[in-house]
Structures are given as C-alpha cells and as structure tokens.
C-alpha cells in the first residue's frame, strides 16, 4: 500500500468533548503522522465552515449526536459536492459505523476502509468488503444479455399479438389505413412493455440479496445523459404518433369519386336509412359495393353512435338541428352481410340496437334501388318512365312525327346534320352531349329551343335510361 504524500486531513464532529477527544487520541495513537486532526466543529453551522476552511478529507461525525441531525447534515453535505469522506460512527452501536455512501460497515470493514482510504479516490470506487461493485465489462454484459431478452420478448408479444384476433376481417377503405395504425401501435406497445419488464425482471433476479450480505447498494445521484434520453425518446415517439393519428384520420375522411348519400336516423333502440337520391326509407343498410357512402348521422332521442366493426370508423349521432349532424365516410370492399351496433350507451335496449348491413354489387344495388322506389330494373322502362316525368315528351315524339325538335324514333344510329355544315352518327356519347349540354350542337332545321339548365334534376343514370329508351326506338 501506498503511503500518502501528506498526512489526511481529518474534521471530527460532535457537541460531546469527550466524543472528540477520544477520537483523537484513538487516530493520532493508531496512524501517528499520517493523520492531521483540522478541527472540531460542535454544531452543523461549524463544520460547514471548517469543511470550507480547513478542507479535510474526512470528516468523522457522532452519529448519537441529536446536535448533528445527520439527514440535514448530509444533504448539505452533498450540496456542496466535494470529494470528501464522511464516516459517522456510533458509539452505542459500536459494531456499526456509516460511511457517507450509505453503505454500513462493520467495525472491522472500517478499520479496513480507513486503511485503504489515503489511497483510494474517488470513495465510491474503493473496493469494499460486502458492497457490490460491477466493473464495465460485466455490466455491459448484463446489458447486452437484457436487451436479447427484450428483443426476444418483443418478438414474442408481437407474434402472440397478431394471433389475437382483436377485429372481424376488414371490410371497408377506410379500415386499411386504421389496421395499419393499430399494427404499429402495438408493435411499440409490445417493445415497452418488454423494455420495462426484462429490465424489472432480470434486475429483481440477478441483482437480488445474496445470502448474509446486509450491505447497502450504492447510492446514485442522478445520471443528466440517462434522463435526457429517457425524456426524449417518449417525446419523439408520441410526437410522431399524433402526427400519424392526425394523417390516418385525414385518410379515413377522404372523399370519394362517386358518393351516394345515405340520411342515418338513430332512435331508441332502432336505425333508420333514407336515401334521398331514390326517396327511399328503410331499416336494412344497403350499400353498393366500392362506392363511397357519404352517411349523415342524426338522432331523434338521445346520443346513439353508429359502428360497424368490419368498417373500423365509428360516429357519434347526435340529436338536435342540422348544425348537429355528423359525416362518416365508408366504401365497402367486400360484399357481405354485416351489422351495425349502436356503440353509445342510450338505454334499456341499447345491447340489442342493431341493424343490417348489406353490401351488394352494383348491379344488385341498383336493381334493389329500382324496386325499392318503384322503377323497373329495365334501363329502357324506366328510360321511359323519364322520358314521362321530365316531359321530354312536349318536344320529341316517339313515333316518327315533328315536334319542336326531331323525334326519338329512329334516331339512335342514324346520321344527323348540323346547322355549321358538320354531321355525326347519334351514337350514346352524342346523346348524352344533347341532353346534358342542348346547345353544344343544332340540329338542321330545328330552332335552339331546348332550355340549357333542361336536365339539371336527372342524374346520370336517368340521363343513360332515357338514352336506353331512345336506342330502343327503331
Ligand atoms: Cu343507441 Cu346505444
């Protein structure tokens, strides 16, 4: 062992002269020069200011000392963050002394870490019977074998994860950008929570209390590096989950090509569907297959919440005037029977506010549509029945003769001349120019008479009937 170059400087505390001068003579007798006694400080007040003064590299505190509270004693002490060696010992405990680690020693491992003590630097360092110090490598090593296990669990939890099935299948556009946001989510969850486990987990079992060990574990005071990390990553990570939140809501609102409108009515403890487009009511959903439904939810009651679980989106409907009205959007993709749940509690029979939802193809829908509200499922009929409510009629005959504009017979396929000189085949793109945009091209011999705003009210598939209708007269 090395001898100092100078002898330590050593500050006693206590209010007791007795304490002190025991002490003393004890220290001066057992290490002669190698120990300087700086000073005796009788009060808290005292020794801060010989700590200051006299820079001792130890200072021995009675710990029996009510003078000394040693709580106060050593947070100030640790305030001033100086590398200095505190022992307090206890006289009526005289097996114990407390080093200012917080470690307890017997009196014998004192003797030892005294002896060690000119030396040993900083404190917390010196290896010291009973206390246990992991050197670099090995705690790289339990670093390294944690972080396989929480890669190990996370892949684990995962997997079992994706087992579950939290879901029913995804029916809807909308569920697309959902399911993937949901994937994620638990995927983070799944690391987290292995993260914080492992770590829990292998700490409690390897880190445990060997058998008669009665040390203390050593006494940390904040790490800056381990907090700024341990504070930014959960920043980042739920910075960037809003901003995904927030994309994955715009994307499950995007608006369609082609929409139908549905009027969604919530009751106690019933649904309603009107699809204004066909002036038609019912109590079933029915939605074409890969066409966006633009639903307006409302309540004649109390709050009701409309959900089909295939289609992921979900929206409150609420009751009130129109300012109260919600829109959900949702384009199915699979055809399929489905159910729609109320997902807001409203009442006794609120378990059992449910309702049908069927998505049909396109075709299927429209033929439903025309019976629902009356109409053929033949293009040509209801062409006709068109041809009758839009009056198309007051202008063009269907029978050959002239009216204020050429009649419908015959004139699908046939060649017409216009006014400029020029002639085309009345094919459906040339019939479908005519009716939506009349004065696009004049008919020789015939006034521009057809008002422009004419087909306004007929939605496309109308115009396409009455097209259908005129293709049927030869
Ligand atoms: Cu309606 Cu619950």
């Not at 003064?53 to 130890?58: A, G, K």
């Not at 609420?318 to 807001?344: H, M, N, S, W």
């Not at 109409?375 to 209801?382: E, G, I, Y």
């Not at 017409?416 to 696009?440: C, M, Q």
Request: aromatic share 10%.
């Amino acid at each position: 062992m090395q001898k100092p170059p100078r002898p330590q400087r050593v500050l006693i505390a206590s209010s007791h002269p007795l304490f002190a001068q025991g002490l003393r003579s004890l220290l001066l007798a057992r290490y002669q020069r190698q120990v300087e006694i700086v000073g005796v400080a009788t009060n808290l007040e005292e020794a801060l200011v010989a700590l200051e003064r006299q820079q001792p590299d130890l200072i021995i505190v009675d710990y029996d000392d009510q003078v000394f509270n040693r709580e106060e004693f050593l947070a100030r002490f640790v305030e001033s963050a100086r590398k200095l060696r505190v022992v307090l010992i206890s006289l009526q405990n005289p097996e114990e002394a407390i080093v200012y680690d917080r470690r307890t020693l017997a009196a014998a491992q004192i003797e030892h870490w005294l002896e060690e003590w000119p030396v040993a630097e900083p404190s917390r360092t010196a290896p010291t019977p009973g206390a246990v110090e992991i050197s670099g490598r090995r705690a790289m090593k339990h670093l390294v074998i944690a972080g396989i296990l929480v890669i190990l669990v996370t892949a684990l939890l995962i997997a079992g994860l994706e087992r579950v099935r939290l879901l029913p299948e995804a029916a809807a556009l909308q569920a697309v950008p959902i399911d993937w946001m949901f994937g994620l989510e638990f995927k983070v969850i799944a690391f987290l929570f292995a993260l914080i486990v492992v770590f829990m987990v292998y700490s409690i079992l390897v880190f445990r209390r060997k058998p008669g060990d009665t040390s203390d574990a050593r006494h940390i005071e904040g790490n800056p590096k381990l907090e700024v990390t341990w504070t930014l990553i959960p920043l980042i990570t739920v910075l960037a989950f809003s901003f995904l939140g927030a994309r994955t809501l715009a994307e499950t609102q995007a608006v369609g090509d082609k929409v139908i409108e549905v009027n969604v009515t919530g009751a106690q403890w019933a649904w309603r569907f009107e699809y204004p487009d066909w002036g038609i009511v019912t109590n079933e959903l029915r939605l074409p297959v890969n066409t966006q439904a633009l639903l307006h939810l409302s309540s004649l009651d109390v709050i009701h919440s409309f959900w089909v679980p295939e289609f992921r989106v979900k929206q409150d409907a609420l009751p009130g005037d129109e300012r109260f009205v919600r829109d959900l959007r949702i384009t199915p993709t699979k055809i399929g029977q489905y159910k729609v749940r109320c997902a807001e509690m409203c009442g006794l029979q609120h378990a059992f506010m449910e309702a049908a939802v069927i998505v049909m193809s396109q075709a299927d829908f429209d033929a439903w549509v025309a019976t629902e509200s009356g109409l053929s499922a033949d293009p040509v009929a209801r062409g006709q029945k068109w041809y009758q409510t839009y009056a198309c009629y007051t202008c063009h005959t269907t029978d050959g003769s002239v009216k204020v504009g050429p009649s419908f017979k015959g004139l699908y396929g046939s060649t017409v001349k216009f006014t400029d000189g020029t002639s085309t085949t009345a094919d459906e793109a040339y019939l479908f120019e005519s009716i939506r945009n009349p004065a696009a091209k004049i008919v020789e011999g015939f006034p521009p008479a057809m008002p422009p705003n004419i087909a306004e009210k007929m939605s496309d598939d109308q115009v396409r009937d009455v097209i259908e209708f005129i293709k049927s007269l030869k």
